[in-house]
């Protein structure tokens, strides 16, 4: 069975076990990855091997499903948060049997981890961190605050990555850069396409 034919497997399980927004969350990160990637003049292989990461990097959640995503009890949110910090090496567990390569899953297990070693599971720092996880780390953390949650509505791109720059010791430079230059043409791109639309009907107007 080849990487793409698990991956979908996988994400179904994801989509249909009461996380919808977990499927979402992780198809936005997947495709930061890849363009990442790309801009790095990684491998087709190396590409994709992150791009399936970017999808899969918060399987674990499903082995923590019934703490993360079951009741509104306030006094779970300790015991969540002891799960949420356990996703990374339960998906790692799960890739791992599906038959993964070993980067995919070292990708998935440190994808919490931050440059300056404050992260988890191991605290690694720097360039001990694999370069796909550290790809992962800023995706990650850009797709949540431009995601809307219960307590907050979605971040706009700009303010979200504002938002990483005060955090900047936790991302490997050689990786934030790049990445921010690719939300800065992704924004300047949304923009000339509104100026075109917006042009294209101030015309029809005057032509009628």
Do not use: W
Request: charged share 30%; glycine share 6%.
């Amino acid at each position: 069975m080849n990487y793409e034919v698990r991956m979908t497997r996988l994400m179904s399980r994801i989509i249909d076990y009461r996380s919808p927004f977990t499927a979402m969350h992780s198809a936005g990160v997947a495709a930061s990855a890849k363009k990442l990637a790309e801009l790095a003049g990684m491998s087709r292989e190396e590409c994709l091997m992150m791009e399936i990461a970017g999808n899969l990097h918060d399987i674990g959640k499903l082995r923590a499903s019934t703490y993360l995503y079951g009741g509104d009890d306030d006094t779970l949110n300790v015991e969540k948060m002891r799960y949420v910090r356990l996703h990374a090496g339960l998906g790692y567990e799960v890739v791992k049997e599906e038959g993964y390569p070993d980067r995919i899953c070292e990708m998935i297990l440190h994808h919490h981890e931050n440059y300056d070693g404050t992260g988890y599971p191991d605290n690694l720092v720097g360039e001990e961190i694999p370069l796909g996880a550290r790809i992962l780390r800023v995706c990650d953390v850009f797709a949540a605050l431009t995601s809307d949650r219960p307590y907050r509505k979605a971040f706009d791109s700009e303010t979200a990555v504002e938002l990483l720059i005060e955090e900047v010791r936790h991302f490997d430079m050689k990786v934030f850069l790049p990445f921010q230059s690719i939300v800065h043409d992704e924004v300047q791109a949304r923009e000339k396409a509104k100026r075109e639309a917006y042009s294209g009907v101030t015309t029809d107007k005057l032509v009628n």
